[in-house]
């Protein structure tokens, strides 16, 4: 009898799908990795705050936290804007601060010198000059200071964001020993607002920030007293959490970066 032959199968290439495995495995790996260093530590740590109200839990905890937060649960980089988070929780809280500073604007009776909106970049709070500073100056009016103070507690419900305070002017030119330009009187008094949000309302210096626009900015065109005057403004933003990725936090952090090379140059 005729001996049958066997079929030898030919094993030699069986080494690409172990290979083509472990390339899937590791893609994905890397997709969990990138995915993870997006999530916003601010905004999620407000949502589990929100939480845990709802589920009337009274347990503290930071569950995201970025570098020197210890007690997070897991350390990641909050700079960047979350992709992970919805902005719902954020645009929640701009609504209810701008329903309490309206409150306050009725009751005080200022409707026609401060007016309140949401905008694309955060909560806006513009101020007519008339209501806060003496004519040409950056010095108060009477009742200025408390205003600003009352509206400052307000807005540190928001403390996770950014406040910047903008200075405006009509084109009226100034030139004086204090102010030779709209630039100076502007800035001058963004600056003196961003003080009483700081000293008396207690909002956090590393927050804050203020800037002099001078008459570049204008609302409407300076073609009459009236346009002139809603121009001469003091505007306080609450910027939103996905536009304030380059305020104070990162300057703070080049800052300490600086000043750590100076003292490593001086001890050698």
């Known amino acids: 009898m005729a001996k049958k032959e066997r079929l030898v199968k030919d ?11 472990l390339m899937n495995l590791l893609l994905i790996f ?3 990795l990138y995915a993870m260093s997006q999530v916003d530590a601010a905004k999620f740590n407000q949502l589990a705050a929100s939480l845990r109200e709802e589920l009337g839990s009274s347990q503290s905890a930071t569950y995201i936290g970025t ?7 897991i350390d990641l980089n909050g700079g960047s804007a979350s992709t ?16 309490d500073v309206d409150k306050l604007v009725t009751q005080k009776g200022l409707g026609d010198q401060v007016k309140v909106s949401v905008q694309g970049r955060g909560v806006e709070i513009s101020m ?5 500073f003496k004519s040409g100056s950056s010095a108060y009016e009477d009742t200025a200071k408390s205003t ?3 509206i400052g507690k307000i807005l540190k419900n928001l403390s996770a964001n950014q406040i910047r305070v903008e200075g405006h002017t009509d084109n ?17 008094r963004a600056t003196n607002v961003l003080r009483t949000l700081i000293d008396t309302s207690g909002i956090n210096p590393q927050k804050i920030s203020a800037i002099g626009y001078g008459e570049f900015r204008p609302k409407v065109p300076n073609t009459t007293p009236q346009n002139k005057m809603k121009n001469r403004r003091v505007d306080i933003v609450i910027v939103k959490g996905s536009l304030d990725v380059s305020e104070a936090g990162s300057t703070a952090k ?15």
Not at 88 to 96: G, I, T
């Open 30 to 32: 890397f997709i969990i």
């Open 84 to 99: 992970v988070i919805p902005d719902n929780l954020e645009n929640k809280q701009m609504e209810e601060v701008k329903e």
């Open 67 to 73: 570098a020197g937060v210890s007690n997070a649960i």
């Open 11 to 21: 094993t030699s290439e069986r080494w690409l799908l172990t290979y083509a495995d």
């Open 254 to 268: 080049s800052a300490n970066s600086a000043e750590k090379s100076a003292i490593s140059s001086e001890k050698q």
């Open 172 to 188: 009226d030119p100034i030139k004086t020993s204090a102010f030779p330009s709209n630039w100076e009187l502007s800035s001058a």
């Open 128 to 132: 007519q000059d008339s209501l806060l």
């Open 148 to 150: 600003i103070t009352e």
